[in-house]
């Protein structure tokens, strides 16, 4: 048999080898999803009470429904999509979620190679000078010489306890937790955006609150200064009103500075600078409150988390590390071959008599490692065990977070009722108590009572009218926020998520 021959050969018995070859260590099982049927103690409510104010519309959650992929769009605001879709064109967290999993996709790629034997080609040139004491003879003298060489050596290390491959499907996870990283970071980067936009709304809400309060109370305070001269007041009401004036003018720096840095943050959110960003400015009347909310049943909030999936990725990765460890207890085999031609002129280098070639094989079996091969099984049975750990938890932390938002959602509708009716009552007060004023029916510290009454319920209105759009944000974010349903989602078969 030639030496070519030789080599087929052989590369088709490894082949067959490998083909026939299991992979020790534990298989992967997904575990069970939580045998619960609710995310809250108590039942939830079909629909959340209404106000009769700005984001006062009732919610009613529809169990099951389809979790848009472009969910801040349902806020109606062409502003929000535009600050959010500038976001996830330039925002560096994405992009460098984006380069993690490319590096990580390269990774696999690279590790697809053990699967298959190495070949490389070789050519060399040297000039050298051997001893006879080399060849049995020392006072043998050998006059220098070149060697040229050149020749194809191939290796391949037959994957006989499936390790590699364990090392493979260890890769792939990985490669799988950098996917649902990208869907993380895109989750958090929207949600964070919305957020903000509302913040900016409600501050800018509070500053518009705040001047017209403070404008009646310098009018007001105009008047008491007149009726002063003319002897009908005291000069402890007339201080009493300047006082109350300053302290309302006294909140708009701070209000104004945290506007500032919140249209800084929502800068950076979008990847501008703040001095570049040329934002425009949001209010209340920007937006609108969705009133039909998906929630999804809890079986299937596991497959739509994406830290839920990335716990479960790890889980994977450290399983099959269990069988990377395990397979170096087994023998490695690996079989080599080379064929080439030497010769002393380069010349000569293929003439009839210059090849050379060789074949060979290497089995090696570990016997005594003091106890190193086991300790690095334990080691990675134990890794298992902290990650699935840390999966539990995560699936505890994801039911948190949606009875946490459900139940906000309840809450922010009954407080947005309630603070509707008290600033509705406060600035009623208000108003009655200026026109008694008037007449003398009541004195200045009834007045004061009643402006900073309406003073603290305007604010508190405004509060809760925010907190109803960034708690809806924050359930579309619990949920998942729909990932698996965007168009241009490219995600491979083993991270997505049916409907």
Known sequence: MTAPATLRGFAIAATAAVLAACAVGPDYRAPEAPATGSYTEKPQPERTESAPVQGGDAQRFEVGAKISADWWTLFGSPELDALIRTALAGQPTL???????????????AHYAVLYPSVD???????????????????????????????????????????ARRELEALQAGVDFQRLQVEATYLALTANVATTAFREASLREQIRATREISEAQDAQLQLAEKQFKLGAISGSDLLGQRAQAAQTRATLP???????????????????????????????????????????V?????KQRPDVRQAEAIMRQTNARIGVAEALMFPQLTLTGSYGSAATRSGNLFDPGTQLWNIGANLLQPIFHAGQLRAQKRGAEAAYDQAFAQYR???????????????????????????????????????????????????????????????????????????????TAALFQALGG?????????????????N
């Open 121 to 163: 080609a070789s050519l060399s040139a040297r000039r050298q000078r051997i001893s006879g004491a080399s060849l049995g003879n020392p006072s043998l003298s050998v006059s220098p010489f070149n060697l040229y060489n050149a020749s194809v050596n191939v290796s391949y290390a037959i994957d006989v306890a499936g390790g």
């Open 95 to 109: 992009a460098a979620a984006q380069a993690a999993l490319r590096q990580a996709e390269e990774n696999v790629n």
């Open 254 to 296: 701070p209000l104004e500075k945290a506007l500032a840095q919140t249209r800084n943050q929502l800068a950076v959110l979008v990847g501008k600078l703040p001095a570049d960003a040329k934002l425009p400015q949001l209010d209340f009347s920007a937006f609108k409150l969705p009133q039909e909310l998906p929630l999804s």
């Open 393 to 471: 938890l995560a699936v505890l932390t994801a039911f948190q977070d949606v009875a946490d938002v459900l139940l906000a959602l309840e809450y922010d509708a009954t407080t947005l009722k309630a603070q509707a009716e008290a600033e509705a009552a406060a600035r009623e007060s208000l108003e009655v108590t200026q026109q008694q004023l008037k007449f003398g029916a009541v004195n200045y510290v009834q007045l004061f009572n009643a402006q900073r009454q309406y003073s603290l319920a305007k604010f508190a209105l405004v509060q809760a009218q925010a907190a109803r759009y960034a708690d």
């Open 298 to 302: 809890p079986s299937e909030l596991l």
């Open 482 to 498: 729909g990932w698996w349903n965007r168009v241009d989602q490219a995600n491979t078969a083993s991270v997505k998520v049916a």
